[in-house]
């Protein structure tokens, strides 16, 4: 199983998922059309442990078990079965990560008039965190990806761990929407 390429490690900046708050999300996904998901039936996590960032927000166990079971449930949900000891359809794999940004706006004003008036401008800078999840398919016999979904948006700290596990959850049914694409017998 290490035969697979790095492709399977999704770029799944969730923290935002895991910790987001009231805003929507950005959620987005590409596929192969050439691809036969008609004929993936199980799947298996990718091999090997989740990848450590070294950012302990995210290299957390408690987020790693709600990401899994919110891609598990959604997977299931869809009819297809876990297979950890045959030999799977498909791996999925998962990232998170986050990075901290600022947002602002500006407003300009004029007192008095424009050739011989005062120009003032007004900024509203304000600090933010933004996290993102990306899922990945990969087919096991070819060992390429098949599927990818990714979702980004603002981490709010001050969630609890049901609000967490609701949004991710949240976020993972989004994505998994266009899973798979087109229409499945």
């Known amino acids: 199983m290490n035969t697979m390429p790095r492709i399977y490690v999704i770029w ?11 805003a929507s999300p950005k959620v987005g996904y590409d596929y192969d059309p050439n691809a036969d998901f008609t004929r993936y039936r199980n799947y298996a996590w990718g091999p090997g442990q989740h990848e450590a960032s070294g950012d302990k927000r995210l290299d957390n166990p408690l987020i790693d078990t709600r990401i899994r079971n919110a891609i598990g449930g959604e997977l299931r949900s869809k009819g297809y ?7 799977p359809d ?17 407003t300009q004003r004029y007192i008095g ?4 008036g005062t120009h003032t401008t007004i900024s509203d800078i304000q600090p933010y965190t933004e996290g993102g999840l ?6 096991a016999a070819t060992k390429q990806l098949v599927w990818r979904a990714s979702g980004a948006g603002e981490v709010k700290p001050g969630m609890t761990p049901e609000d967490r596990t609701e ?5 993972v049914h989004t994505m998994f929407s266009h899973f798979p694409p087109g ?3």
Not at 12 to 22: E, K, P, R, T
Not at 81 to 87: E, G, K, N, V
Not at 93 to 105: E, L, N, T
Not at 167 to 171: C, L, M, V
């Open 12 to 22: 799944i900046f969730l923290y935002i998922a895991v910790a987001v708050g009231c």
């Open 81 to 87: 079965t876990a297979s950890p000891d045959q030999q």
């Open 90 to 106: 498909f791996y999925v794999a998962y990232h998170i990560g986050v990075k901290d940004m600022m947002i602002g706006s500006s």
């Open 113 to 116: 008039d424009y050739a011989h």
């Open 134 to 139: 990306s899922v990945d398919i990969v087919d």
């Open 167 to 171: 949004r991710i959850s949240q976020i």
């Open 183 to 185: 229409d499945r017998p």
